[in-house]
């Protein structure tokens, strides 16, 4: 069993920044793909960003140029940090991480909005 554990999420303004972590209670060097999932209130749940065990990244094409994600694999710690925040990123942030299992974190809050 692997624990992800989303931070980071809160209030923001249109155009701020924030950045989410998710830390793992074990190795996510051994993970296929670790990722940033979103779901709006009435909406399905999307992928926003995945990042390779060989730090090949990829994302949604809302998200790009304004969100970048990475990895410490010393820290065993994913992070997407978020600039440029529009009102249509609010949503709950998901940590997603694909090996033999895949694991899901419980989710944190992003809020933009004046």
């Known amino acids: 069993q692997v624990l992800l554990v989303e931070s980071g999420g809160g209030l923001v303004q249109p155009g701020g920044s924030l950045r989410l972590s998710c830390a793992a209670s074990?190795?996510?060097?051994?993970?296929?793909?670790m990722s940033w999932f979103r779901q709006a209130p009435g909406k399905q749940r999307e992928l926003v960003a995945s990042?390779?065990?060989?730090?090949?990244?990829n994302y949604v094409d809302s998200v790009k140029g304004r969100f970048t994600i990475s990895r410490d694999n010393a820290l065993n710690t994913v992070y997407l940090q978020m600039n440029s925040l529009k009102p249509e990123d609010t949503a709950v942030y998901y940590c997603?991480?694909?090996?033999?299992?895949?694991?899901w974190g419980q989710g944190t809050q992003v809020t933009v909005s004046s």
């Open positions: 990042i390779t065990s060989d730090d090949r990244p």
């Open positions: 074990r190795n996510i060097f051994s993970f296929h793909a």
């Open positions: 997603n991480a694909v090996g033999v299992v895949t694991y």
